[in-house]
């Protein structure tokens, strides 16, 4: 499993280096430019200042090697510093808070449009994007498993052909269809919830309309990504439930004198999990594409309309940062999933 999960790693690599050249390429290429947002008031002469002072006219390569190391070391010692409070520069006392500061000299990716570091803007807006994408994924999963369960045990039955339509729905019916559906429900007709999401609501865990004001702004969201993930985790739910109902050892399991509820449920349910967790790993990264939409939709300040508003705006670093990390996350939870295949079936061995 080590030799296996360290080949991949290294395989992730050339991969990461390959998508790496190749968005850095197309986004070249795609029309941009760095004063593109200053006001045509600005001198010709400045606005070939900023476009130097940012590398704009350097040569291809060197803008790539540039922007690689900013990304792969920069960006990720910085994180460092912050979170850890460790410095890998200078330490510079600040007359004005008396605090010490850490200096250094790595260049950091700056956007365009708002010339400060992009990562820091990245940093942000992801709590935004996990208190949507979390909460949909985890109450999708939970809602699916017991249902694609039970129609899988009740199989042609009622509640198996209703369930069968529903998931149908929820995964065919397109995000921008139904979150509509629901703002025109939920708030222009009833006005039970707000319309859009409010990005600079601050929660206080010890006041509850806080809370319920934070619960209200996320059902719609939530909702809307619960029944396509609960779609989606329920379909595959169902056909490994059906596979394994039919296997010997359940049989086995029958004939032992076993209920029906340590069957399915200890036996069952437990290897039909295998794929769909396998699933689950490699959903994520694609949730953070469908993100895109919801977010959109409902006005928040998430990743997604960050990665919008960037292509917008042809602001080419924001947009190159965030396609590599998406990108990422593709290949970090196609590892995983493979690695959680093998530590949750016991047949599988990569080695």
Request: glycine share 6%; hydrophobic share 50%.
């Amino acid at each position: 499993m080590v030799r296996y999960i360290i080949r991949r790693l290294l395989l992730a690599s050339l991969s990461l280096f390959a998508i790496s050249v190749i968005v850095f390429a197309l986004l070249k290429a795609a029309p941009g430019d760095p004063t593109s947002q200053i006001p045509l008031t600005v001198p010709a002469e400045v606005r070939e200042q900023i476009r130097e002072s940012l590398g704009f006219n350097d040569p291809v390569h060197i803008q790539y090697f540039k922007w690689a190391q900013q990304m792969i070391i920069n960006e990720p010692i910085h994180l460092f510093q912050e979170t850890t409070g460790v410095c890998f520069g200078d330490d510079v006392v600040n007359e004005t808070t008396d605090e010490i500061d850490c200096v250094s000299d790595r260049d950091r990716i700056v956007s365009w449009s708002s010339r400060s570091p992009a990562m820091d803007t990245v940093y942000e807006r992801i709590p935004q994007t996990l208190w949507v994408l979390g909460l949909g994924l985890i109450f999708g999963f939970l809602l699916a498993v017991p249902i694609g369960t039970l129609q899988a045990y009740k199989q042609y039955s009622i509640f198996d052909n209703v369930g069968t339509i529903l998931t149908l729905l929820g995964y065919s019916v397109p995000v921008f269809v139904i979150g509509p559906i629901l703002i025109w429900i939920f708030s222009v007709k009833l006005g039970w919830l707000p319309t859009f999401y409010t990005t600079t609501h601050d929660i206080i865990w010890t006041e509850w309309s806080t809370i319920w004001f934070q619960i209200k702004q996320l059902l719609m969201p939530v909702t809307v990504l619960t029944l396509f993930n609960a779609a989606s985790f329920g379909r595959f739910t169902r056909g490994s439930v059906l596979e394994n109902l039919n296997e010997a050892y359940v049989r086995t399991a029958r004939a032992k004198g076993l209920g029906e509820g340590v069957v399915v449920g200890r036996h069952v349910l437990r290897n039909s999990l295998i794929p769909v967790i396998t699933l689950l790993a490699l959903q994520i990264p694609g949730i953070f594409g469908g993100a895109i939409i919801t977010e959109n939709i409902f006005r928040i300040n998430g990743l997604g309309q960050l990665l919008l508003v960037s292509i917008r705006q042809a602001d080419i670093p924001m947009v190159q940062s965030l396609v590599f990390i998406f990108a990422v996350l593709v290949v970090v939870f196609n590892i995983l999933a493979d690695v959680l295949y093998a530590v949750l079936d016991p047949r599988i061995r990569y080695d």
